[in-house]
T-cell receptor, first 111, second 113 residues
Framework: EPEVTQTPSHQVTQMGQEVILRCVPISNHLYFYWYRQILGQKVEFLVSFYNNEISEKSEIFDDQFSVERPDGSNFTLKIRSTKLEDSAMYFC?????????FGPGTRLTVT | QQQVKQSPQSLIVQKGGIPIINCAYENTAFDYFPWYQQFPGKGPALLIAIRPDVSEKKEGRFTISFNKSAKQFSLHIMDSQPGDSATYFCAARKTGGGNKLTFGTGTQLKVEL
């Protein structure tokens, strides 16, 4: 069964450093998303991406964040200058129409 | 208006019991309501979903009941098993824009033997 994959599973970085989180969405899906989940809290929407552009973004997704689909399979989230409060699980998701399928997540720890 | 309110925060049932988790929403532009199951350290897994043109949907031991006029929906787990112990999130999707999901706050379910 096709699934969303994410790398790395865990990323530790120092405050102020840039990180890139990588995702491979399900191959025939058209919409791609990043969500984040701070430990013990609900899943929060960050950004959606369709037809090679951002279709919607949340207030969390400020100028420090960017997304890219550099080729036909990968979808990346870049955080330019990480803050302590960026520590969270980051989930990539994709959908063809309605059902959104989530990847296993990347645990980002900012020290 | 974008919130989805979920209750209870946590729930303990005996094996074979029927836990019920409730969600309520305000935004009538929501048009798709999925439930996700999440185990510790894992991503949310789509369990079952409903659209507002039906009042109930059943898949295996999982049933969604939907009350459009009350703007509420709930998840019932029949014959619950210890392996069902997980966190359950309801969500809602607003059509248009990025089709993002808005999640409830989650319910930690524990099924005891």
């Amino acid at each position: 069964e096709p699934e969303v994959t994410q790398t790395p599973s865990h990323q530790v970085t120092q405050m102020g450093q840039e990180v890139i989180l990588r995702c491979v969405p399900i191959s025939n899906h058209l919409y791609f998303y990043w969500y984040r989940q701070i430990l013990g809290q609900k899943v929060e929407f960050l950004v959606s991406f369709y037809n090679n552009e951002i279709s919607e973004k949340s207030e969390i997704f400020d100028d420090q964040f960017s997304v890219e689909r550099p080729d036909g399979s990968n979808f990346t989230l870049k955080i330019r200058s990480t803050k302590l409060e960026d520590s969270a699980m980051y989930f990539c998701a994709s959908t063809y129409n309605y059902e959104q399928y989530f990847g296993p997540g990347t645990r980002l720890t900012v020290t | 208006q974008q919130q989805v309110k979920q209750s209870p925060q946590s729930l303990i049932v005996q094996k074979g019991g029927i836990p019920i988790i409730n969600c309520a929403y305000e935004n009538t532009a929501f048009d798709y309501f999925p439930w996700y199951q999440q185990f510790p350290g894992k991503g949310p897994a789509l369990l079952i979903a409903i659209r507002p043109d039906v009042s109930e949907k059943k898949e295996g031991r999982f049933t969604i009941s939907f009350n459009k006029s009350a703007k509420q929906f709930s998840l019932h787990i029949m014959d619950s098993q210890p392996g069902d112990s997980a966190t359950y999130f309801c969500a809602a999707r607003k059509t248009g824009g990025g089709n993002k999901l808005t999640f409830g706050t989650g319910t930690q379910l524990k099924v005891e033997l």
